[in-house]
């Protein structure tokens, strides 16, 4: 069963850094896009960042400069790292792959002092 396992995130102050990691089951992600998505409370899921599987990327422009999204050689995972984080990048943030619609469980970041 094609599953995405989410892993990272935490509590933060503003500045800091942070690694989420999204672990893909089943061969299917390795040909396909994959992103990461954020809700913050109160507001609509929003798309962050994408990287396809030549390795070509797409950032919000809330986080270009800031965010960093890759995947390994074999591409069964996919990074999202998280450079000066702010008070407003606190979301519950989500792995996807659109494709297949499937999403990961979600994982908290929280950026206060």
């Known amino acids: 069963q094609a599953q995405l396992v989410q892993s990272g995130g935490g509590l933060v102050e503003p500045g800091g850094s942070l690694r989420l990691s999204c672990a893909t089951s089943?061969?299917?992600?390795?040909?396909?896009?994959m992103g990461w998505y954020r809700q913050a409370p109160g507001k609509q899921r929003e798309f962050v960042a994408t990287i396809t599987s030549a390795g070509s990327t797409n950032y919000a422009d809330s986080v270009k400069g800031r965010f960093t999204i890759s995947r390994d050689s074999n591409k069964t995972s996919v990074d999202l790292q998280m450079n000066s984080l702010k008070p407003e990048d606190t979301a519950v943030y989500y792995c996807?792959?659109?494709?297949?619609?499937?999403w990961g469980q979600g994982t908290q970041v929280t950026v206060s002092s």
């Open positions: 089943g061969s299917i992600f390795k040909d396909l896009t």
């Open positions: 996807y792959a659109p494709i297949v619609r499937v």
